[in-house]
């Protein structure tokens, strides 16, 4: 007995040496004795790459591993060095958390969760579309189209986002607060907020005129995501170097016939006009009463050629 326990000593020793499992060579020394010695000495030393160790001692102490890896985030494209470790893992880039698997390869977390920055950005479109009155048929489908490139929403994802689009035009949130938001939550990333700036020109463009109270906001967002000096360059992509279009104008003449003034009539008279005509041809009026999809469209257009004379009559008092 006592041979069997000094064989089995000796062999959990040289088992610890070579980073094997100590109880198990215990006792398979103590059972084999000799045997158990020989086949220990041929085995190799046990892998140690992944084996964890501490720096610093107390509550403050982290983890690390001595293999680390590199890989592109699946949502953002930019390059993340995390360990070696199999599991979720936050891009300190975007914020997002993706999937590290057991092959090797990263892929999105299978989570329905919008993203806080296409949250805010929904929350921009949103405010954009409703700035002038109403939300045209056209902006509703280039928000869509935006979205479903930019984002590429699964279809949980994308019913949340129409639902925050939905709340967002009548929420009391400011246009500030929301651009600040943006701003913070990708970190002053600029490709990013110069996506979002032309994003919102186009949505803006989509009627084919950009309205003043529409670039107000739009450069209020420029100025807080630090663009000032390049959003006449980006606006100049939907516009062109002047948003003069008078040979697209409609005759001013034509312009006061279709808001019921006069040319005499001051800027107020025609702005309470255009909004009272606004009103009563807006196709959420039409859509409540239970309208036609034909008459819905009519509406439609109705109101866009509605904005094109208050513009044009605006506009010309301006120059």
Not at 4 to 18: E, G, M, P, Q
Not at 235 to 257: E, I, P
Request: charged share 25%; with cysteine.
């Amino acid at each position: 007995m006592g041979w069997r326990l000094l064989f089995a000593i000796v062999t959990a020793v040289c088992a610890s040496a070579k980073r094997r499992n100590v109880i198990l060579w215990f006792f398979a020394g103590f059972l084999f004795e000799w045997v158990a010695l020989i086949i220990l000495f041929f085995l190799p030393k046990a892998n140690s790459s992944r084996r964890p160790f501490n720096r610093g001692w107390g509550g403050d102490a982290h983890v690390h591993w001595d293999k680390k890896v590199s890989r592109s985030c699946p949502y953002c494209g930019g390059s993340v060095a995390f360990d070696d470790i199999p599991g979720n893992w936050t891009c300190p880039n975007c914020g997002q958390t993706f999937t590290y698997g057991t092959d090797g390869h990263v892929s999105r977390m299978q989570d329905d969760r919008l993203m806080p920055q296409i949250e805010w950005i929904v929350k921009l479109f949103a405010k954009l579309a409703k700035r002038d009155g109403v939300v045209s048929e056209n902006e509703v489908r280039l928000v869509d189209q935006l979205v479903r490139q930019a984002f590429q929403p699964t279809k949980a994802q994308l019913q949340q986002i129409m639902n925050l689009f939905n709340e967002a035009r009548y929420s009391t949130e400011s246009v500030e607060s929301i651009a600040q938001n943006l701003y913070a939550s990708v970190r002053g990333r600029r490709d990013i907020l110069v996506d979002t700036l032309s994003a919102l020109l186009a949505i803006a463009a989509a009627d084919g005129a950009i309205r003043p109270e529409e670039e107000q906001m739009i450069r209020t967002a420029a100025a807080i995501f630090g663009l000032e000096n390049d959003y006449e360059a980006i606006k100049a992509q939907f516009f062109g170097r002047s948003s003069n279009t008078t040979s697209q104008s409609m005759d001013l003449d034509a312009c006061y016939h279709l808001l019921g003034g006069q040319p005499e009539d001051t800027d107020q008279v025609i702005k309470k006009k255009y909004r009272q005509l606004i009103r009563d041809n807006h196709p959420d009026r039409l859509m409540s009463q239970g309208a036609s999809e034909a008459a819905i469209k009519e509406a439609n257009s109705k109101v866009a050629e509605i904005k094109h004379a208050y513009e044009q009559i605006m506009n010309a008092r301006v120059h």
